[in-house]
C-alpha cells in the first residue's frame, strides 16, 4: 500500500546508482508507482530522507494518474512528465503484467528487474536484469543501440 517510509526502511540496493548513473546518461527519471492513498507529493518527502530526491525529475502515483497500474493512464503521465515521446522511455518494473506489458502496448522499451524473485522463465521485455545495477548496464547498453 506504499506506507510512508521511515528511519528503517532503506531503498533497494544499487537503486541511488541506479538513479544516478541516469541522470549521468543524460536522461531523466520518472517514478511511477501503484499506491491506494499517496500521492506524489508524499513520494518526495520519501526520496528525500533516503537521499535520492536529487536524482529524481519527477514522481507519479496511481493516485495521481486516476487508476492503478496496468491501467496505461499511469504510464501516460509518466511520459508526459519526462517530456518525451513513449518511444524514447525505458520502463523499469518488477512485473510483467503491471509494468512491462502496458508499456511495450505503448511503444515503450523495458527492463524486468527480479531482485527479490526467481529467475523469470520467460519475458516480453527487452532486458531481464537480476538487480538495479544490471538495470544501469541494460540502460547503457539501449542507449548505444540507437
Known sequence: ???????????????IELLAEIHALG?????ASNTYWRDAESYWEDFRLLGMAQHIDAIVTSVDAG????????????VR?????????VVIGNREANDIEPALAL???TILVYPDDPKPEHSRA???????WACAKAVRDMLERT
Not at 67 to 76: D, I, N, Q, R, T
Open 67 to 78: 487508476h492503478l497500474k496496468p491501467h496505461p493512464a499511469v504510464f501516460e503521465l509518466a
Open 126 to 132: 527487452d532486458a531481464v536484469a537480476p538487480d538495479l
Open 81 to 89: 512528465r519526462a517530456g518525451v515521446g513513449p518511444e524514447q522511455c
Open 27 to 31: 536522461l531523466r527519471n520518472v517514478i
Open 107 to 109: 511503444g515503450m522499451r
Open 1 to 15: 500500500m506504499a506506507i510512508p517510509i521511515s528511519d528503517r526502511m532503506n531503498a533497494l540496493p544499487g537503486a
